[in-house]
Antibody, heavy 124, light 107 residues
Framework: QVQLVESGGGVVQPGRSLRLSCTAS????????MHWVRQAPGKGLEWVAV????????YYADSVKGRFTISRDNSMKTLYLQINSLRTDDTAVYYC?????????????????WGQGTLVAVSS | DIQMTQSPSSLSAFVGDRVTITCQAS??????LNWYQQKPGKAPKLLIY???NLETGVPSRFSGSGSGTHFSFTISSLQPEDIATYYC?????????FGQGTRLEIK
C-alpha cells in the first residue's frame, strides 16, 4: 500500500523559515518524480513544485519561485520543501504527491497517491 | 501558464440526477487532464486521468471526456456520497494548474 506522510508543519511567524518533509513507503521512491501541492484555507488547490526522480530537475510555480526549494533524499525515501521568508499568504495545507515515472522530461503527470497534508499557519 | 476555467463554481442536484462539470484550458493540452474529488479535511482523490481513464477502484458512474481545450466530467447518477468539491487539473507540461473547483450539493 503506497503511503506518503507529510510532517513539519506548524505555526510560524512571518519572515521565518520552515522545512516540510514527506516520507514515502511501499513503492520504489527512486523511480518517481514528486510534487508539492498546497491549499489555503477555504480555497482551491495550487501546484507548488516538482522534482525529478534523481533530483536533477526542479520546477516551481511563479508564486513561490525564489523562496521555496524542493529536494529529496532517496536513501531516506524522503521529499522536502524548504520555505523561506514565510508570508501570511503561505498559510495552507501542504500535500506531497507522486508523479508518474521518472519525470526527467517535459511533463510529470500527477498520480493518485497523495499524503494527508501538513498545515502551515503563518501568523505573528 | 495554462489557465483552467471550470464551471459551474457550484451545483445543486437531486440524488439520481446526471451531473456534468466542464473545464476549458487556455491552450491545447491534448488529453492531459485529471479530475479529482475532495471532501472536507481530506486529500484530493484522483477519479479520472488522461481525460477519460477511470482510476482503479472508482465507481463507473464517474466518467470524463474531451481533448484539446474542452473537457467534461459526468456523474451519471448522483449519490449522497458524491457530495464534495471537484477539480480539473492539467499536466501537459511541468507547470501544473488546477481549475477553481466545483462545489456539488444535494437538493
Amino acid at each position: 500500500q503506497v503511503q506518503l506522510v507529510e510532517s513539519g508543519g506548524g505555526v510560524v511567524q512571518p519572515g521565518r523559515s520552515l522545512r516540510l518533509s514527506c516520507t514515502a513507503s511501499d513503492f520504489s521512491f527512486t523511480n518517481h518524480g514528486m510534487h508539492w501541492v498546497r491549499q489555503a484555507p477555504g480555497k482551491g488547490l495550487e501546484w507548488v513544485a516538482v522534482i525529478s526522480h534523481d533530483g536533477s530537475n526542479k520546477y516551481y510555480a511563479d508564486s513561490v519561485k525564489g523562496r521555496f526549494t524542493i529536494s529529496r533524499d532517496n536513501s531516506m525515501k524522503t521529499l522536502y520543501l524548504q520555505i523561506n521568508s514565510l508570508r501570511t499568504d503561505d498559510t495552507a495545507v501542504y500535500y506531497c504527491a507522486r508523479g508518474r515515472g521518472y519525470c526527467g522530461g517535459s511533463s510529470c503527470p500527477l498520480e493518485g497517491y497523495w499524503g494527508q497534508g501538513t498545515l502551515v499557519a503563518v501568523s505573528s | 501558464d495554462i489557465q483552467m476555467t471550470q464551471s459551474p463554481s457550484s451545483l445543486s442536484a437531486f440524488v439520481g440526477d446526471r451531473v456534468t462539470i466542464t473545464c476549458q484550458a487556455s491552450q491545447d493540452i491534448d488529453k492531459y487532464l485529471n479530475w479529482y474529488q475532495q471532501k472536507p479535511g481530506k486529500a484530493p482523490k484522483l477519479l479520472i486521468y488522461d481525460a477519460s481513464n477511470l482510476e482503479t477502484g472508482v465507481p463507473s458512474r464517474f466518467s470524463g471526456s474531451g481533448s484539446g481545450t474542452h473537457f467534461s466530467f459526468t456523474i451519471s447518477s448522483l449519490q449522497p456520497e458524491d457530495i464534495a468539491t471537484y477539480y480539473c487539473q492539467q499536466q501537459v507540461n511541468l507547470l501544473i494548474t488546477f481549475g477553481q473547483g466545483t462545489r456539488l450539493e444535494i437538493k
